[in-house]
């Protein structure tokens, strides 16, 4: 009988990691392997390699990383460059060493220079200036997809690399202070509905543009890019632009978006666009017509994920209380 496949989803607790073992959980022929912090620092090179020596994965996700919002970016910069190089090279050669051929390295629209035209191509990698903002953090992702084009050119292997446009879903964080806009806006209006507030107020003019994507749809992308044949893969790509966006190839404006927050929270008051707030980039917008012309495509609508997002919010919302 053919042994299973051995898949490590390295970072499995974090929204991203935990969609793909939703994705993979209860496939035939897959044995998924798991680790906590608690169980294994990804930041201790020794420790990631003697678990890659004796697991001997056959497959490895890398959706582990350090994450954060504007202010913790800009707060810890060193950490945020300092221990997401370390994470992505322990992994990455730590894999290898134990030959391992196949592996899928996440990392974010963030890679692209801030005045890149729109919608953001592949292309568009290295071209210009980086948000000052996340910049660290860009530059550890940046190096995370040349560390996997670097293995395949030197060492043959088979490491792929996906770049999603903004996230949310089961397993964001809905923190109040460094939450991302969707997880934000989902309970704000919540305890507007809660505490029956007449009027939510959100920063800047609501014009800006944002592309947002589903965490399901993200983890069934991954895990579509990870299963391509490689001849497949190589012929959309290229040694050293390997990377791939992800995302819906749609966007909406900071209104729309809030209004559909609404509708889904069941807030009925007044929205107030606080215009003395800064609006960032006016348009954040992944092109995605290599991983269309791979034979996928985003499923999932905002109003549906946002209910999808929400109803997780409501059933977890004990372990964000402050």
Not at 108 to 115: K, L
Not at 211 to 219: G, N, P, S, T
Request: aromatic share 8%.
């Amino acid at each position: 009988m053919n042994r299973p496949q051995r898949i490590f989803v390295a970072g499995h607790r974090g929204m991203v990691g935990s969609g793909i073992c939703r994705q993979l959980r209860g496939r035939a022929g897959i044995e998924l392997l798991t680790r906590t912090r608690d169980e294994l620092d990804l930041t201790d090179q020794a420790a990631v390699h003697e678990f890659m020596q004796f697991e001997c994965p056959d497959q490895v996700y890398l959706a582990a990383a350090k994450v954060g919002g504007i202010y913790a970016n800009n707060t810890y910069p060193a950490e945020f460059i300092r221990d997401n190089l370390v994470i992505e090279t322990n992994l990455i050669h730590g894999a290898h060493l134990a030959g391992v051929q196949k592996l899928l390295f996440l990392g974010s629209s963030c890679i692209y220079p801030r005045s890149a035209e729109q919608p953001m191509r592949e292309e568009a990698l290295l071209t210009g200036e980086l948000e000052p903002t996340n910049e660290p953090y860009a530059i550890a992702k940046i190096a995370g997809i040349k560390l996997c084009e670097s293995y395949n050119r030197q060492y043959g292997r088979d490491y792929r690399s996906v770049m999603p446009t903004n996230l949310y879903g089961p397993n964001d964080n809905f923190h109040p202070e460094n939450s991302h806009v969707i997880p934000a806006l989902l309970r704000r209006f919540h305890e507007a509905v809660e505490t029956g507030q007449e009027e939510v107020v959100i920063w800047g003019s609501g014009t800006p543009m944002r592309e947002f994507l589903h965490v399901d749809d993200m983890a069934a992308a991954s895990v579509h890019v990870m299963e391509l044949d490689e001849s497949t893969y190589q012929a959309h790509t290229q040694p050293m632009l390997s990377h791939i966006n992800v995302g819906t190839g749609k966007d909406c404006t900071i209104r729309e978006l809030a209004e559909t927050v609404a509708k889904v929270t069941g807030f009925t008051g007044r929205l107030r666009f606080d215009t003395e707030k800064p609006d960032g980039a006016p348009r954040k917008l992944l092109d995605v017509s290599r991983l269309s012309a791979l034979g996928w495509q985003a499923g999932i609508g905002l109003e549906e994920g946002l209910r999808d997002a929400y109803q997780w919010f409501l059933d977890h919302q004990d372990r964000f209380r402050s």
